[in-house]
C-alpha cells in the first residue's frame, strides 16, 4: 500500500446519489492506517488546479452520512473538460500536496481525465494510484450495466410522465416532454416504466438512437390522436435527423451554445417549444403542451432509488478497495449478476475513458418509438422499492334516458 494523503473530487452534472460515492470513499479511506488525510477537491479538477481543498478528516461520521443522502455534489462540481496541458497541473498540485491516491466520480470526460493524469504519474515515476468512480444520468459509460445516478434520474422520469398521464387523460391533448440525453436515450425510454394499463402514455417515445424525421413524427402524433383523443411524447434532447444535425438547430432560428460549442439541447425549452409548435401549426391540434424536466431530473430530493443509493455507495468503497489492495489504475464498473444483484470489477481506464454507449437495439422497439420488454425487465429493478402505481375507476356506464343532445 502506498503511504499518503487520498483526494476525492466530483465531476460533471451532480445526480441524487453522487454524495453517496463521495461518503463511500471518505468512510472507507479513514479505516486504512496508511492514509495521512482525506481530502475533497471543491469543484472538481478546477478546484485541484486551484488548490481548493476541504479536510475531510475533520468531518464527523454522521455528518458525513447525512450529506451522503443528500442530493446534488456537496464537493461542488465543474463542467471543466481537461486535456494534457491541464491534467499536468493538476498532476503538479497533486504531487505538492502529497497525494497518492486520487478518486474522481464522473462520466466520460471524467474517466478521460484520470486517464491523462495517471499517464503522467506513470511518466514521472510518481507513486499515484488513480480511480475512476462512475456516475451519470445519461447510463452511457461503456462496460457498466448501469452508472450510479441513472437510476433515481429514470425513477424521477417515470414518475413525471405517469403524473402527466393522469393529467392529460383527464384533459385530453398533446403533452410532450423533452429529457435529458445527448447521445444515449436511456433516461428519455424510462417515461415507459410509468404505463400501467394500454393507452397510458408516454404513447410516443423518441430517442438519439433512432433518425428523427419532422414528417413521420407528426404522422405518429396524429395517429396516436386520432386514436385515443390525446397523446403524450416522451422526446430526448439528443433527436437528430439521419446526417446527425440536431433537431433544434433545424427548428430554430437562433441555437446557443455551451463553453465547450455543443448545442444547447434542451435547457432553454426551445425544443420543447418548437416541436409543440409544429403540432399545432400542422396537425391544428389547439391544446398543446410542452415540458423541460431539464435540472430537475439530476436532483430531486423526494424520489431516489435506494438500489441507486446502495451502488452508489458501493462504488465509492470498492474504488478504495482496489486502490488499497490492488496494484493498477482503473474505473469502477458494475455488472448484473442473476435477477436482482450485481458485482464491481475494475476495468482499465483506457476500457471506458472518452467513450460513450448508446441503448442496445433489444431495448428499442421495431417502430423505434417505444421500448421492449427487455428493457422494462432491465430498468424495473434499478428503480427502487416502493415504485409507485396509478389505477382508473372501471367504467360501469349507466345507461342513457334522454336523447343526446344535438
Same mark, same amino acid.
Given at each position: ?27 472507507? $479511506?479513514?479505516? #486504512?492506517?496508511?492514509?495521512? *488525510?482525506?481530502?475533497? %477537491?471543491?469543484? /472538481? =479538477?478546477?478546484?485541484? @488546479? ?107 422520469? $417515470?414518475?413525471? #410522465?405517469?403524473?402527466?398521464? *393522469?393529467?392529460?387523460? %383527464?384533459?385530453? /391533448? =398533446?403533452?410532450?416532454? @423533452? ?122 430530493? /423526494?424520489?431516489?432509488?435506494? @438500489? ?99
Amino acid at each position: 500500500m502506498l503511504q499518503g494523503k487520498v483526494l476525492v473530487a466530483q465531476g460533471g452534472g451532480p445526480t441524487a446519489v453522487i454524495n453517496q460515492s463521495m461518503a463511500g470513499v471518505v468512510l472507507e $479511506a479513514r479505516k #486504512f492506517r496508511n492514509v495521512e *488525510l482525506v481530502y475533497g %477537491a471543491y469543484h /472538481g =479538477v478546477s478546484g485541484i @488546479v486551484n488548490e481548493d481543498f476541504l479536510d475531510l478528516t475533520q468531518e464527523t461520521s454522521h455528518n458525513i452520512e447525512m450529506v451522503a443522502n443528500t442530493p446534488s455534489s456537496a464537493l461542488g462540481s465543474t463542467r471543466d473538460k481537461p486535456d494534457a496541458k491541464y491534467c499536468h497541473e493538476i498532476f503538479k498540485v497533486l504531487k505538492a500536496h502529497g497525494i497518492s491516491y486520487f478518486f474522481y466520480i464522473g462520466g466520460n470526460d471524467s474517466s478521460d481525465t484520470v486517464r491523462i493524469v495517471s499517464e503522467e504519474a506513470r511518466a514521472a515515476g510518481y507513486p499515484l494510484r488513480c480511480i475512476h468512480i462512475p456516475k451519470t444520468i445519461d447510463n452511457d459509460l461503456v462496460g457498466n450495466d448501469h452508472t450510479p445516478g441513472f437510476p433515481s434520474a429514470a425513477r424521477f422520469v $417515470a414518475q413525471a #410522465f405517469m403524473g402527466a398521464n *393522469l393529467d392529460n387523460n %383527464a384533459l385530453k /391533448g =398533446v403533452y410532450l416532454a @423533452v429529457v435529458m440525453g445527448r447521445h444515449a436515450g436511456f433516461l428519455t425510454a424510462a417515461s415507459a416504466l410509468g404505463k400501467k394499463f394500454p393507452d397510458d402514455g408516454p404513447h410516443l417515445i423518441y430517442i438519439p438512437e433512432r433518425t428523427f424525421n419532422i414528417e413521420r413524427f407528426l404522422g405518429d402524433v396524429k395517429q396516436t390522436y386520432d386514436k385515443h383523443g390525446r397523446c403524450i411524447i416522451a422526446v430526448s434532447e439528443g433527436i437528430h435527423d439521419e446526417s446527425g444535425t440536431s433537431i433544434i438547430t433545424q427548428l430554430a432560428s437562433e441555437v446557443e451554445r455551451d463553453a465547450h460549442g455543443n448545442v444547447q439541447l434542451s435547457g432553454t425549452g426551445a425544443l420543447a417549444d418548437l416541436l409543440c409548435n409544429e403540432i399545432k401549426s400542422k396537425l391544428g391540434i389547439k391544446r398543446v403542451r410542452g415540458d423541460t424536466l431539464g435540472y430537475l431530473q439530476r436532483s430531486f430530493i /423526494g424520489c431516489v432509488s435506494d @438500489v441507486d443509493q446502495r451502488e452508489a455507495r458501493e462504488v465509492g468503497e470498492k474504488a478504495v478497495q482496489f486502490a488499497m489492495w490492488g496494484d493498477k489504475d482503473g474505473s469502477v464498473t458494475i455488472k448484473r449478476t442473476g435477477f436482482y444483484s450485481v458485482d464491481y470489477q475494475l476495468a482499465p481506464l483506457e476500457a471506458v475513458a472518452g467513450k460513450t454507449r448508446v441503448m442496445e437495439d433489444e431495448f428499442i422497439s421495431a417502430s423505434g418509438t417505444d421500448v421492449t420488454d427487455a428493457f422494462r425487465m432491465y430498468l424495473r429493478p434499478l428503480l427502487g422499492s416502493n415504485f409507485p402505481d396509478a389505477y382508473r375507476l372501471r367504467l360501469n356506464k349507466v345507461a342513457k334516458i334522454l336523447a343526446p343532445r344535438s
